[in-house]
């Protein structure tokens, strides 16, 4: 009887399990934002005020705005229950994308990989598309039934294909406009702060923040708009 021998194998990349490659740079910065979504809620409710004030009000406010923007991309029947989702991918690619604006995450050294805005990594964005794509597909769904899916042979059969090609593209466009415009940002800001570290990148960085702002907005708006769409009974 052969008995045969277990083998371990060394990991030479430590981001490597497997045939897996885990981005444990992302996965930091990644938990900074969480760390800080979760934190600013916290302190901000811990002493509530029948008249908000101070960090309170700010929240407040700002749910208000995420509620507002979900009831005009839905309407008014539909939009309550995906105020908790629209306002968690608004509120995690804002800080993330701020993060990258106000944080030279490049300039701290790794030994393998480099720090950077969660929203800097395709696949945080590819992920986040494709959450948007589960919840427009379960909209849809859930609001229509089997005959949502009339909305493809609608006006006529012979655009099936681009119907079908067009749900495929949105998550695509989510996830390469977010993608490519945060890139573009910490690279400029990366590259001006190791060339003139004091004055000259500040100008950079506030618009920086005004185009992070932008870009969280638009990714929020459009997916509301998808989910939207796909809970009316016409395409």
Request: no cysteine; proline share 6%; glycine share 6%.
């Amino acid at each position: 009887m052969q008995i045969e021998q277990l083998q371990i194998f060394e990991i030479d990349n430590p981001h490597q399990v497997s045939s897996v490659e885990v981005h444990a740079q992302v996965l930091i910065t990644s938990w900074v934002v969480i760390a800080l979504l979760i934190a600013l809620p916290v302190v901000a409710t811990k002493n509530l005020q029948t008249i908000p004030t101070g960090l309170q009000n700010f929240i407040e406010y700002v749910l208000e705005f995420i509620r507002d923007l979900t009831r005009t991309q839905m309407g008014e029947e539909e939009y309550r229950p995906w105020v908790p989702f629209i306002g968690t991918m608004f509120l995690s690619i804002f800080v993330s994308n701020w993060s990258g604006a106000l944080l030279p995450w490049r300039v701290i050294q790794l030994p393998h990989g480099e720090l950077a805005a969660p929203t800097n990594d395709i696949n945080t964005t590819v992920a986040l598309a494709l959450l948007t794509s589960v919840a427009y597909f379960y909209a849809g769904l859930h609001k229509r039934g089997f005959s949502y899916f009339g909305k493809y042979i609608q006006p006529t059969p012979v655009l099936l294909p681009i119907n079908i090609l067009e749900d495929f593209t949105k998550p695509l466009s989510l996830s390469f406009r977010l993608f490519g415009n945060i890139l573009a940002d910490e690279l400029v800001v990366a590259v001006l702060v190791s060339l003139v570290p004091l004055i000259v990148p500040v100008p950079m960085m506030l618009l920086g923040l005004f185009t992070s702002a932008i870009q969280a907005l638009i990714s929020a708006t459009l997916a509301a708009a998808y989910i939207g769409e796909s809970m009316e009974g016409h395409h």
